[in-house]
């Protein structure tokens, strides 16, 4: 875990326990505002996760999702039988058994976690299943920001890493000195 991590997840822990309560309250009351609040616990439940479930490289690569996703940013995607250029993100979820799920415009995209290692560069990833037979790319709008890449330091040594981009690498040793 980071730095802040178990403090996040305490955090998150405790919104969802009042969320929890709070849904059960309201189990039999049908209204959009009782909808909401379910649907705010799923959420927590879905951001725990994220700390939970997942390895540090799809850990990384969710952050930097979630801020294009909250600053206007994009992502295209490429894959076997889809092509999506650059459109908005709607929402990034953990769910069960690390399972990734990412809502464009147009596509939702699901992978878990376990299957897949993880080739890093400035501006997109790449997604490799263990066989290597499949490939998901994913482009961004925005690069890796220098503080991400520093906070995620530690990703180097994941084994679900197969390729960082020398200039990714040039600044977690930068961070290093």
């Known amino acids: ?20 309560e709070e849904s059960r309250n309201l189990k039999n009351i049908k209204s959009i505002h009782a909808e909401r609040i379910r649907l705010w ?10 700390f939970e479930d997942i390895s540090l ?10 801020e294009l996703k909250h600053k206007g940013g994009q992502m295209a995607v490429e894959a076997e039988n889809i092509s999506q250029s650059f ?7 953990v769910e069960e058994f690390g399972v990734i799920t990412i809502h464009t415009s147009n596509i939702r995209l699901s992978w ?12 997109k990833v790449e997604l490799r299943t263990l066989d290597e037979k499949t490939a998901i790319k994913l482009f961004f709008s925005h690069v890796f920001g220098e503080q991400d890449v520093h906070r995620f330091s530690a990703v180097t040594s ?8 020398p200039v990714l690498q040039k600044l977690i040793d930068k961070n290093q000195e």
Do not use: G, W
């Open 1 to 20: 875990m980071l730095h802040d991590d178990q403090t996040l997840l305490n955090s998150f822990e405790r919104l969802f326990c009042v969320l929890e």
């Open 41 to 50: 616990e799923k959420e927590i439940r879905a951001y725990a996760r994220i």
């Open 57 to 66: 490289p799809a850990r990384f690569i969710l952050e930097h999702i979630l």
């Open 87 to 93: 459109s908005n993100i709607n929402d990034v979820q």
């Open 112 to 123: 878990r976690d376990n299957f897949y290692n993880y080739l890093l560069y400035p501006d």
């Open 158 to 165: 994941s084994e679900q890493l197969l390729y960082i981009h």
